[in-house]
C-alpha cells in the first residue's frame, strides 16, 4: 500500500476482510497514522475537535500490517513490483495499491511568505488554526469547497473574511452555474465579501503577506492569505513506471493499471466510468472509502472481476451552519428543478435530469430528502 490515509486504510481492511493473510506494509510519508480530512476546514480549524477524534482506526482495529511512516516513495519498478523509497530502501510485492492521494496546489512564488498557507494536512491544519486565532483579516483565494469552508470557519472565530474567485460564480463546475449562485450566496448571506470573475496577479509583503493584489489593479489588504485552488494527484513518482498518467493514475472500471498486479484507489486514480465512456478522477472522501473494495478485489483474483456499478459519486459539505450534499454528476444534466424548498431560504433539494431522467441531486439543509433522492440514484444508474 503505498498511502497510509483514508484510501490505503480502506484498501488494507478490504484485503484483510477478503482473505489475504499474507505480508501487509503501508508506506506512507506523513508520519501521522492515518487520519480524515474533512474535519480539517471544520470542526477541527474551528478548535471544536480535538487532534485524537481525527483518527481513522479504532484502537482496537489490528490489520497485522507494517507501517513505514516518514518516508517517501520515490519510484515504482512496474515489472519487478518494487517500491523505492526516499531513503534507499526497497519493498517488493506480488501485488501494489497505489493510494498517494492528492496535494494541495500552491500559488507561484509565495514560497516562505509568512501568513500564506494551504490546507490539506493536519500540519496544515494545525498551522492554519494557530493563526486564526489571533484573529485578523483573512483572505481565501479561491470558492470551491475548500476555500468555502475554511472562510466560514474563520467567519465563525469572528475574521473579517474576503473571499476571491475568478470564475464568475463559485462551484459553477461541481454544481452547475443556477445552483453554484445559491450555494455561493451563503458567502453574502454573512457578510463575507466574494469578489468573483477577478484573478490574483500575486501577494505583497516582505517577510509577512500584507494584501493580495488583484488582475484588475484592486489590492485587498490580508493579514493571512489562504490558498485554496484545488489540488492534483500526487503521482510525480510514479514516472517511469509503464504506468499511464493523465490526470492521475489510469485505471480500468475497476481499479487495475495497465501493469499487472498494481491497482490504484482514492484521489490519485482515475477510474473508467463505463456509463459515461470515460476516465473520472474524484476527490471525495465516500469514493476513497468504498471504491478500494473492488480494487482489492480485481488485486487478488489477479485478474479482471466483474466490476459492480459503483454509486453515483458523492460530497458534503458544511458551511455557515448549512449542511450541503451532492451526488451524481452535474456535467451532463440538461435541466434543474428545485423539488423542495426554496432558494432564498437556502434548504432546497434540487434534482438535476438529462433526457427526463435523474443525473444528479444537490441537498442544502435537506439530508433526509437528499438520501431518499440519492438511493434513486443509485437504482436508476
Ligand atoms: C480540508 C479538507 C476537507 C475535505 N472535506 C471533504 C468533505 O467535506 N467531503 C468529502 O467528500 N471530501 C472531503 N475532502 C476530501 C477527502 O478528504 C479526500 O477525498 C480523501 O482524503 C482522499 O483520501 P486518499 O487516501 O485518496 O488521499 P489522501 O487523503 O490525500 O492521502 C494520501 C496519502 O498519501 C501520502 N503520499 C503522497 N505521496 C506519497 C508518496 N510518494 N509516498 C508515500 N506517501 C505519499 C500523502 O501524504 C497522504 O498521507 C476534504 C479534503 C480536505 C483536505
Redesign the pocket.
Known sequence: M???????LSAARSLRKQGYDGRLVV????LHRPYD??P???EFLAGSLAEADLALEPDTEDLRAQWLLG????ALDGPQRAVRLADGSEVRADGVVI?????ARTLPGTDGLAGVHT???LDD?RALRDELTLGGRLVVIGGG??GA?VASTAYALGLDVTVVEAAPTPLAGPLGETMGTIVSALHADHGVRLLCGVGVKGLSGERRVDSVLLEDGRSVPADIVVVGVGARP?VE?LAGSGIELDDGVKCGADGRTGLAGVVA????ASWYDPRAGLHRRV??????RERPDAAVAALLAGGAVEPSTPRPPY????QYGVKIQFAGHAAGADSVTIEEGARDDRNVLAVYRRSGHPVAVLGMNQPRLFMRWRKQLAAAA
Not at 315 to 318: A, K, N, Q, T, Y
Open positions: 503505498v498511502g497510509a490515509s483514508l484510501a490505503g508506506i506512507g510519508d506523513e480530512r474533512p480539517l476546514s471544520k518516508v517517501r516513495a520515490v493510494a498517494t492521494g492528492a496535494a490546507l490539506r494536512t491544519a469547497f475548500i469552508e500526487c513518482w484507489v482514492g484521489d490519485c476527490e471525495h472522501w465516500t469514493g476513497a460530497f458534503w459539505s458544511d
